[in-house]
């Protein structure tokens, strides 16, 4: 059975960081790109970041580039965002997602982190 | 950036009827659209991908239908467990973008 279990969501303050987890289980994760997805409270859904299998090809929302990072520990099953400079904009549930095996869709969800930013 | 626009923003309809679901793209998108089902509290659930494609385990009296820029989601005969915030994605550039969802009420 496919499982995403995010952590790391919080409180911080608008100019600070926070490093979410995902850690993944019942498949073969290496062999799978991955996604982030947010959504803000009461609101739609909206794409983050996507890392290919191996690490090597990452893109990004325009709005959280350069200073959301993705990455992933294939050894440990594990994918990561790095959030830095986090703005009021980005309080949201972040959704970690992995993809269809071959197509950009996002086909298992973990339940969520929560990530508030606020004075 | 590719716009997905969704209609109508919410469905009132009872249980056995039918719901038809709009997603229209700014640009053509192929058939790289997928649909998904939200229920508060939970996460997103892929219903349909590629447009007409259903996900594993999805039911039967979900189809999708389109291409180009317009896309339909019906759910043939609603069952009240279908009641949920429904969303459109496409694939087709960078960046992935999501459409504002219809809510279904049942």
């Known amino acids: 059975e496919v499982q995403l279990v995010e952590s790391g969501g919080g409180l911080v303050q608008p100019g600070g960081s926070l490093r979410l987890s995902c850690a993944a289980s019942g498949f073969t994760f290496s062999d799978y790109t991955m996604y982030w997805v947010r959504q803000a409270p009461g609101k739609g859904l909206e794409w983050v970041s996507y890392i290919d299998g191996r690490g090597g090809s990452i893109h990004y929302v325009d709005s959280v580039k350069g200073r959301f990072t993705a990455s992933r520990d294939n050894a440990k099953n594990s994918l990561y965002l790095q959030m830095n400079s986090l703005r009021d904009e980005d309080t949201a549930v972040y959704y970690c997602a992995r993809?269809?095996?071959?197509?950009?869709y996002f086909?298992?969800?973990?339940?969520?982190?929560?990530?508030t930013v606020s004075s | 950036e590719i716009v997905l626009t969704q209609s109508p923003a919410t469905l009132s309809l009872s249980p056995g009827e039918r719901a038809t679901l709009s997603c229209r793209a700014s640009q053509s998108v192929s058939n790289k659209l997928a649909w998904y089902q939200q229920k508060p509290g939970q996460p997103p659930r892929l219903l349909i991908y590629d447009a007409s494609t259903r996900a594993t385990g999805i039911p039967g009296r979900f189809s999708g239908s389109g291409s180009g820029t317009d896309f339909t989601l019906t759910i043939s005969s609603l069952e009240p467990e279908d009641t949920a915030v429904y969303y459109c994605q496409h694939r087709a550039s960078w960046p992935l973008t999501f459409g504002p969802?219809?809510?279904?009420d049942i």
Not at chain 1, 108 to 114: H, P
Not at chain 2, 101 to 104: E, L, P, R, S
């Open chain 1, 99 to 104: 993809g269809t095996p071959t197509l950009a």
């Open chain 1, 107 to 115: 086909e298992y969800w973990g339940q969520g982190a929560l990530v």
């Open chain 2, 101 to 104: 969802g219809t809510k279904v």
